[in-house]
């Protein structure tokens, strides 16, 4: 459950820290980048992530579409139609 734009809301999905754990990420990445479908983008620090327990890759209502939700960050940070992760 995280509190989006409309409420609370339940999600499921996967958490993004064991998927950046299994990805590996340089030494000197601080940033992640999600890109939507759209072009529309938004970043947050890699260490604001890193202590965001919940943060999670989510499944949307069609099959092979994810939104990332971030339940410590404004929800302008949630980008919907995931294409891309970028850690830079």
């Given at each position: ?16 820290n ?6 590996g ?39 092979g ?24």
């Amino acid at each position: 459950t995280a509190e989006g734009k409309d409420g609370p809301q339940e999600f499921q999905g996967v958490l993004l820290n064991p998927i950046l754990d299994m990805a590996g990420s340089k030494d000197e990445a601080t940033k992640l980048v999600f890109t939507a479908s759209d072009g529309y983008s938004a970043v947050i620090n890699l260490s604001d992530l890193r202590n965001s327990p919940q943060a999670l890759l989510a499944f949307m209502e069609t099959p092979g579409e994810y939104m990332v939700v971030l339940p410590d960050q404004p929800t302008s940070s949630w980008v919907k139609n995931i294409i891309k992760i970028d850690v830079e």
